[in-house]
């Protein structure tokens, strides 16, 4: 990795509305997407033909067609492709609010994939019928995508149900049979139709930074609110999403300082304490040690690294 | 039809967890669940196999492989069904809650739903490449009904959605086709992605007694309630659920006051207050018009009428 990390946060976004989406669905061809990067949305990616690595915090493992994978919001990874044997995929979009409000349709599969488990891989090699099957769905779903119906819409919406729960529901049973030990305790439970697991407050303590990123908040903060140790949330921070939790907390403040340097006229100064920063110097030392430039010259730039 | 109506109102029940439910999935092969009634869930239902027909309110069509038909709450009902060629049927069941809390994964087909036009027809006939496509997500369905763990319960739901939503689409788009006048609006509305309908007030009329029976309503209050003119909601009553506002509402009390009368040891006369009768001569006299008995004596033979 560079010394600077060309990090970038995203939102979904809608090239045609102009606005932050909280769903889609992507065929990429282009690898100018796969360099290291991080959203605070959820990807699913479906590899339909080449060959690559993908990285996700400290895991890596190879693309080829039929793996599935899901990179959770705020992960950092990267894709390295082969020029020989470039990839296609299909990419899938959720935005975490989408995951985590009940009135979503997408709420019931939040339930199943924001319960952290280290033993449940972030990938899935389909292969034989099981990927005939997967090709089969995303193909249906990439069609339905194309239809501009609101029959249409929900027909893809329940394709892409049935996509994640039919991923999640192989990897679980896959990471219970590889396992000498007996089968996770979550495999266990969620194999049983009346045990339906509860949000776990893993995900919900990342949720709350990036729906709390502008007040003060703190490990003290947190550690009241889920009733869990400091040191226990510093060290799900890192597993989670890469970072501990100061640095983590200041990306998602720069982000939203970027997005309003580049967006409005306002002063440096007033965007620092607007997106939570207690001083205007904390501001200006940590925009400059994530971004190797003040915050003007960002401006300036219009956003250029 | 017969002078005494054979009338019962069900709900969604499960035989083995004892307890109402929001959603089934079944296999009908048995006539017994034929003849006349309704219930104040949706019904879906598509012919695998035999001939028969269908009576909702006052339509009446032919059955036969690739018909689906949708039911809505109250709506009387009954099949009439050829003895030679029997039929087997897939029967879907949805709550009325369920299609109309925002937080059900059925709220977007809900809202498809319970927007009334008169011009759609509550079946459509599936033929060729679209019955194989219906054939194949029944049985899909099916398959994943009989798994009990929770991703089959989310793969199961995403399907039905498909399911209802496919069928909703044909059956709108054979009605603009087929009608010499231009496409109703609420196609033309709805081949539009951004103009999602709101759900019609229409539907939501029958929900409001569904809720409130026990409370003192009449056409005034629903007329302010819904600010539609007192004779008009009679009409659309009649449209809606075959009976007139006064004669429903007092079937949606018995129904309540029957399942009173079987399951506790309550005085009929508080039972008679509990559902909404304004006292208990009234209740006695729709009581004996609607059942042919009084309450004492239905609750003496347990119910058989």
């Known amino acids: 990795m560079p010394e600077k990390e060309p990090l970038y946060i995203e ?12 769903f889609a669905l992507n065929f990429w061809e282009d690898p100018r997407y796969f360099k290291l990067h991080r959203h605070n949305f959820v990807e ?6 080449g060959e690559g690595t993908e990285h996700i915090n400290s895991i890596s493992y190879n693309l080829k067609p039929g793996t599935f994978s899901i ?27 989408e995951l985590l409000a009940p ?36 193909k249906e779903a990439w069609t339905y995508f194309n239809q501009e119906d609101v029959w249409a819409e929900i027909i893809l919406k329940a394709k892409i149900l049935e996509i994640v729960a039919y991923f999640d ?27 339906i697991p509860v949000p776990s407050d893993y995900w919900q303590l990342v949720y709350y930074v990036h729906k709390n990123y502008n007040q003060n908040i703190d490990l ?13 949330i ?26 309003l340097l ?8 007033d965007i620092a304490l607007e997106v939570g920063f207690d001083s205007y110097s904390t501001f200006a030392r940590v925009f400059h040690k994530h971004k190797g430039m003040s915050a003007q010259e960002f401006r300036k730039r219009g956003g250029a690294g």
């Open 169 to 195: 529901r192989c990897r679980n049973l896959a990471s219970a049979e590889n396992s000498q030990r007996p089968a996770p305790s979550v495999v266990q439970n969620r194999t049983q139709k009346d045990s």
């Open 262 to 269: 580049l967006s409005t006229d306002k002063p440096v100064t």
């Open 103 to 138: 009135s979503s349709i997408f709420y019931r599969i939040g339930e199943l994939l924001l319960s952290y488990d280290e033993n449940v891989l972030p990938y899935y090699y389909f292969e034989g019928k099981e990927k005939e099957l997967m090709d089969r769905l995303f």
């Open 11 to 22: 939102e979904i976004f809608d090239y045609v509305s102009q606005r932050p989406q909280k």
């Open 220 to 232: 003290k903060v947190l550690s009241k609110e889920f009733h869990l140790s400091p040191s226990y």
């Open 44 to 49: 699913f990616m479906y590899v339909v033909k």
């Open 234 to 259: 510093s060290q799900l921070f890192k597993k989670l999403v890469g970072s501990n939790f100061h640095n983590f907390l200041n990306e998602v403040r720069l982000q939203h300082a970027c997005s």
């Open 71 to 97: 990179v959770m919001p705020y992960q950092i990874h990267r894709i390295d492709y082969s020029e020989q044997n470039p990839l296609s995929i299909y990419v899938v979009a959720i935005s975490f609010e």
